[in-house]
């Protein structure tokens, strides 16, 4: 109904309202799983597929990473069962509010696909399984092939070369992240996006060893953050050139750009820039002034330990144990370096932990899974059966039907021989005549109608009992049959009854069903299956 679909509607749309104000999220998520309880219920898959891809998405907020990817399973299973592909753009049937009221019709459903595709990746890539992560972003990719999608292409196509820098194909990586650049440079070209864009694809021709080309790229994407006066995009930057230089041993250009990043750093309060910047000055001045390393090493321990950044820490603790190896006190060298790798065994220890967690979680996905693919082959399976037990109820009955026609005509023929050629032996063939009604009367045939149907309709007839319960047994049949779709007349030859009495049957029936005169028998008494 028009009013049930509005507020269908309106529970996913304040459930959005809910998932941007982020504190609400506990609230915006009961309110998805409403709507989609009650699209699911009426059928309305297209709300059914937004419910859920809003729930993944709150979900993937929230960190709740296990629940988030079954909803992802069950809204790719809703995808695939009900979805049909129209020149590559896909569509699912729903209820639409339209001046009319509500219609039904196969919406485009291709951008909230894509959606899914990409918080599918992410997920994946949060739980590292990059595989899964990459086979995901690559399917949202190609969904977003049109003119209108550009924009979150390039979004995806960044995503997905960050993920193939992390399993080391920067090849691949540097196609995709070619055709951000691509893409920002012609129509956003001072912009953030074209920036980090730069800055990736810089990173990625570097790992490929191709140093010129990458600093190329920095160095524009640095003049481009100036223009823009985007102070940490300034002191990212000039980190990222500064460890070039360093890498091609010209220390004191890698101190200035160092001392510019420290400067912005300092001035925005980015502590962990600022400690960076530290110990990368520690290290250039290690080969020419001894004594500023260590100033500089003692700066950045201290913010690093006063910050707990155990990640940062652990470097230092290294470059330290190597100024006091350097300047020959091999007891405080070993002291650090002790220091170095315990922080070291502590990290690796919680990141196994981290990843032992994202197992159990894909495990719990794959089980999950496995239990839904498994439900649906036997539901397929109970279908089929279900269809096959149909047809041949439906062929029994056809059967029945004609053999009570045959039965009719072989009466009509020995009457005949009766009326035209009496003969002594009448009295034979008028008992022949008895036996062949006696057929007809077909009461073991029908017994086996009556024992087919309990076996595929069986709460069919469980409910008209609970609803009737003072139904006589020739309304009963006449109900089974008129499930079956016959006619008053097709029920008439098998009940061996006139067909005014079907329609008296038919009438008692309903008015002991409570069944209004607008609705029709048969519909009523499929919807009770």
């Not at 918080?119 to 190609?142: C, P, V, W």
């Not at 924009?151 to 920067?170: G, H, P, R, T, V």
């Not at 041949?392 to 039907?401: D, K, Q």
């Not at 020995?414 to 009496?422: A, E, F, G, M």
């Amino acid at each position: 109904s028009f009013n049930r679909l509005f507020y269908n509607i309106t529970l996913i749309d304040y459930s959005i309202c809910c998932y941007h104000q982020s504190e609400d999220n506990d609230n915006g998520i009961n309110l998805l799983e409403e709507a989609y309880s009650l699209a699911n219920e009426s059928q309305n898959y297209y709300y059914s597929f937004c419910a859920l891809v809003n729930l993944v998405s709150i979900l993937t907020a929230k960190s709740i990473y296990n629940k988030a990817m079954v909803y992802v399973e069950m809204a790719s299973k809703l995808v695939l069962e009900n979805a049909i592909v129209i020149e590559e753009k896909y569509y699912m049937k729903g209820f639409c509010i339209t001046p009319d009221g509500v219609d039904c019709e196969d919406i485009d459903l291709t951008y909230l696909y894509s959606v899914l595709q990409t918080r599918k990746g992410g997920l994946y890539f949060e739980l590292g399984d990059f595989d899964n992560a990459i086979q995901s972003y690559t399917i949202a990719f190609s969904l977003f092939q049109f003119v209108e999608y550009s924009e979150i292409k390039s979004f995806i196509a960044n995503s997905l070369a960050m993920i193939l820098c992390k399993q080391n194909k920067f090849e691949q990586a540097v196609v995709f992240l070619t055709h951000c650049v691509n893409y920002y440079e012609l129509n956003h070209p001072r912009s953030q996006h074209f920036i980090t864009s730069l800055s990736n694809l810089a990173e990625a021709k570097l790992n490929l060893g191709l140093v010129y080309e990458a600093e190329a790229l920095y160095k524009q994407a640095l003049e481009l953050s100036k223009k823009l006066n985007l102070p940490v995009n300034i002191a990212m930057i000039n980190m990222e050139i500064a460890h070039i230089h360093i890498s091609k041993n010209q220390i004191t250009t890698a101190i200035e750009n160092l001392n510019t990043a420290l400067e912005m750093a300092q001035g925005i309060n980015q502590v962990k820039m600022v400690m960076q910047c530290y110990r990368l000055l520690g290290i250039c001045c290690m080969q020419n002034d001894i004594g500023k390393a260590y100033d500089y090493f003692m700066k950045a321990m201290f913010l690093a330990e006063e910050y707990n950044n155990k990640d940062e820490l652990h470097f230092i603790y290294k470059e330290v144990s190597t100024y006091y190896r350097l300047t020959g006190d091999i007891p405080q060298a070993f002291s650090y370096f002790e220091k170095y790798t315990k922080l070291r065994e502590d990290l690796f220890s919680q990141e196994a932990d981290r990843k032992l967690r994202n197992l159990m979680v894909l495990y719990e996905v794959a089980e999950y899974k496995s239990k839904l693919e498994i439900t649906t082959s036997k539901i397929k399976q109970l279908e089929l059966e279900l269809e096959i037990r149909t047809r041949e109820l439906s062929a029994m009955v056809i059967s029945i039907m004609e053999k009570q026609e045959l039965v009719k005509l072989l009466e009509k023929g020995l009457t005949d021989i009766l009326d035209k050629n009496p003969t002594q032996r009448d009295s034979e063939i008028r008992n022949f005549i008895r036996n062949l009604r006696k057929v007809g009367e077909a009461k073991q045939d029908w017994d086996e109608i009556n024992k087919m149907f309990l076996e595929v309709h069986k709460d069919c007839v469980a409910s008209i009992m609970k609803l009737a319960p003072d139904i006589t047994p020739t309304e009963l049949k006449t109900c089974i049959l008129v499930r079956l779709s016959m006619s008053s007349k097709q029920i008439a030859q098998i009940l061996k009854i006139s067909e005014r009495s079907v329609e008296n049957h038919r009438n008692h029936a309903r008015r002991k069903l409570g069944i209004n005169k607008d609705l029709n028998l048969t519909t009523y008494l499929i919807s009770l299956t």
